[in-house]
């Protein structure tokens, strides 16, 4: 059984319009990277972090020795930078002002963890990373943005599939990956370990 060991309403959505079954399994994690991290290893050790609490969280539960845990984190890189999850509405507002005109990057790391010999597990890490351009966003078009609530919870303060896709000029690459969860990169590791859609239209 796959059991996604996350709470984040876009990557639940993902998968079930993908067709795919699964369970849930809620394990925080702490989301602090140390200075100087390369986005890459960051997003990557994230996505580890949570697909482990999951893990450990899971076998406590109800874990049998074939389930298969999945976790996921999404992170924003503009000019090097790394865009989180923004603090506060002025957050928000300098994000969405940093990205307005800009190109940057979204990566998406995958982490699946399977129980190995004995006591051990195994675990498999990818990541994707789409390009997203904005055009130049007015100020009045940031606040009401901000105004609506929805940048609060997410990366770089922006929902692709929400409001802010009115502010996008174009995407290179994987839009579900932007979304939260690269499914064509998801749905062919899955495949590998044969876990596969039950109803799906892909």
């Given at each position: 059984?796959?059991?996604?060991?996350?709470?984040?309403?876009?990557?639940?959505?993902?998968?079930?319009?993908?067709?795919?079954?699964?369970?849930?399994?809620?394990?925080?994690?702490?989301?602090?990277?140390?200075?100087?991290?390369?986005?890459?290893?960051?997003?990557?050790?994230?996505?580890?972090?949570?697909?482990?609490?999951?893990?450990?969280?899971?076998?406590?539960?109800?874990?049998?020795?074939?389930?298969?845990?999945?976790?996921?984190?999404?992170?924003?890189?503009?000019?090097?930078?790394?865009?989180?999850?923004?603090?506060?509405?002025?957050?928000?507002?300098?994000?969405?002002?940093?990205?307005?005109?800009?190109?940057?990057?979204?990566?998406?790391?995958?982490?699946?963890?399977?129980?190995?010999?004995?006591?051990?597990?195994?675990?498999?890490?990818?990541?994707?990373?789409?390009?997203?351009?904005?055009?130049?966003?007015?100020?009045?078009?940031?606040?009401?943005?901000?105004?609506?609530?929805?940048?609060?919870?997410?990366?770089?303060?922006?929902?692709?599939?929400?409001?802010?896709?009115?502010?996008?000029?174009?995407?290179?690459?994987?839009?579900?990956?932007?979304i939260g969860l690269p499914m064509e990169l998801l749905s062919?590791?899955?495949?590998?370990?044969?876990?596969?859609?039950?109803?799906?239209?892909?």
């Amino acid at each position: 059984m796959l059991i996604l060991a996350s709470s984040s309403p876009r990557r639940i959505e993902l998968l079930r319009e993908w067709g795919y079954e699964f369970k849930l399994v809620y394990a925080p994690v702490s989301e602090e990277l140390e200075e100087g991290i390369l986005p890459e290893e960051g997003v990557q050790e994230l996505a580890e972090r949570k697909a482990l609490s999951g893990f450990e969280t899971w076998q406590k539960q109800e874990g049998l020795a074939e389930d298969l845990i999945l976790g996921a984190d999404t992170i924003v890189v503009l000019e090097e930078r790394i865009l989180g999850k923004p603090a506060d509405e002025e957050d928000a507002e300098a994000m969405l002002r940093a990205l307005s005109g800009k190109t940057h990057k979204v990566m998406t790391a995958i982490a699946l963890v399977s129980k190995g010999e004995g006591q051990d597990f195994r675990i498999e890490t990818d990541m994707e990373i789409t390009i997203v351009s904005f055009r130049e966003l007015s100020n009045r078009e940031i606040r009401d943005y901000i105004t609506t609530g929805e940048p609060m919870d997410k990366a770089a303060a922006y929902g692709i599939q929400g409001g802010a896709g009115k502010f996008v000029r174009k995407v290179s690459g994987s839009l579900t990956n932007v979304i939260g969860l690269p499914m064509e990169l998801l749905s062919a590791k899955l495949e590998v370990r044969e876990v596969f859609p039950t109803d799906s239209n892909h």
